[in-house]
């Protein structure tokens, strides 16, 4: 248990520190939300690397009995992504403003619709994992940017994003926003046992 605790931190550093790459490049370049999205496959490249617990890797490969795991692991990586997260209290790039207007955009699009969104981010994210298991990392590679281009949720990148923004924000929109992050969660959670669902198990 406290293992995969560790790891679960370590993957939310990992994620935290590719949505810190995320946000600084659409501060610093016209092509940035290209760049970034491309950038962030980093993260998932280090947890595949290291063998680290993130939710979106984990979630589409457990049993009913390990449903306390997968939670566990959740909260690993919010743990990581917090200590990234301070980091954007002391950079002189305006990680929180850019982080704001991500999580502006979550709500104003509401629970219900980033959760269904979130479905594509989870099927991409056990896909990419799946392929990068057999050692074919190009699902990852693209899938990454993928997502972020869609518009898709990551839980993970998420929470990274809410911590990062100010204050002033938290407090306002405290409430909203954990109405979303559950949405996005669940959503995740689904798109990571997609293919669990519409598949038969000899195809998997």
Do not use: W
Not at 12 to 36: H, N, R
Not at 109 to 124: D, E, H, P, Y
Not at 172 to 193: D, P, S
């Amino acid at each position: 248990m406290g293992k995969m605790f560790r790891l679960s931190i370590f993957a939310g550093v990992c994620i935290g520190t590719a949505g810190f790459g995320y946000l600084a490049s659409g501060l610093q370049s016209s092509y940035g939300s290209l760049v970034g999205a491309v950038l962030f496959s980093f993260g998932l490249l280090t947890v595949v690397g290291y063998k680290l617990k993130l939710y979106t890797g984990t979630a589409g490969f457990i049993n009913k009995k390990e449903i306390g795991d997968l939670f566990l692991v959740l909260l690993g990586n919010i743990v990581g992504c917090l200590c990234v997260a301070m980091l954007s209290r002391v950079s002189p790039l305006d990680i929180q403003g850019a982080a704001q207007k991500v999580m502006e955009l979550r709500l104003n699009t509401g629970a219900l619709k980033c959760g269904l969104l979130a479905i594509g981010c989870g099927f991409i994210m056990t896909t990419a994992v799946h392929f990068a298991r057999q050692n074919q990392y190009l699902p990852l590679l693209f899938g990454v940017p993928l997502f972020i281009v869609c518009g898709f949720p990551h839980c993970v990148a998420d929470v990274f994003y809410f911590l990062c923004v100010p204050v002033a924000f938290v407090k306002a929109h405290l409430l909203q926003v954990l109405c979303v992050y559950i949405c996005i969660v669940l959503g995740n959670l689904v798109g990571c046992n997609l293919y669990r669902i519409i598949l038969k198990k000899d195809q998997y």
